[in-house]
């Protein structure tokens, strides 16, 4: 049997990170019997980890045979020590007081 890919995602703890995490552990990315360990990666924010720690229980609660580990954390070399593939997904967290003409701009 193949070793697990081990996979980064950064911004996991987004609107696309919370689909795609279930579609790479159920095989759909990587393959129907490729095994894999998830490195999730976000920032470290309030709002963020609560989205993150919501997340982990979610897919710690689904039937997912191929996800050998799982791990969320904020810390860059955490989350990309051993990485063979690297998903970086990217946008801006909505904060009070910014409209989305100065989100864009950034």
Same mark, same amino acid.
């Given at each position: 049997? %193949?070793?697990? *890919?081990?996979?980064?995602?950064? &911004?996991?703890?987004?609107? #696309? &990170?919370?689909?795609l *995490?279930? +579609? #790479?552990?159920s &095989?759909?990315?990587?393959?129907?019997?490729?095994?894999?360990? %998830?490195?999730?990666?976000? @920032?470290?924010?309030?709002?963020? =980890?609560?989205? +993150?720690?919501g @997340?982990? +229980?979610? =897919?710690?609660d689904?039937? /997912?045979? %191929? *996800?050998?580990? =799982? =791990?969320?954390?904020?810390?860059?070399?955490?989350? /990309?020590?051993?990485?063979?593939?690297? !998903?970086? *997904?990217?946008?801006?967290?909505?904060?009070? &007081? !910014?409209?989305?003409?100065?989100? +864009?701009?950034?």
């Amino acid at each position: 049997a %193949l070793e697990p *890919l081990t996979v980064t995602v950064c &911004g996991a703890a987004g609107h #696309i &990170g919370y689909s795609l *995490l279930p +579609m #790479i552990a159920s &095989g759909a990315i990587f393959g129907p019997s490729r095994r894999v360990c %998830l490195q999730c990666l976000d @920032l470290n924010l309030p709002e963020v =980890m609560d989205s +993150m720690r919501g @997340l982990e +229980m979610e =897919m710690y609660d689904g039937n /997912f045979p %191929l *996800l050998q580990k =799982m =791990m969320f954390t904020t810390d860059d070399s955490q989350a /990309f020590k051993g990485a063979d593939y690297a !998903i970086l *997904l990217g946008a801006f967290p909505k904060q009070d &007081g !910014i409209d989305k003409r100065d989100v +864009m701009e950034k």
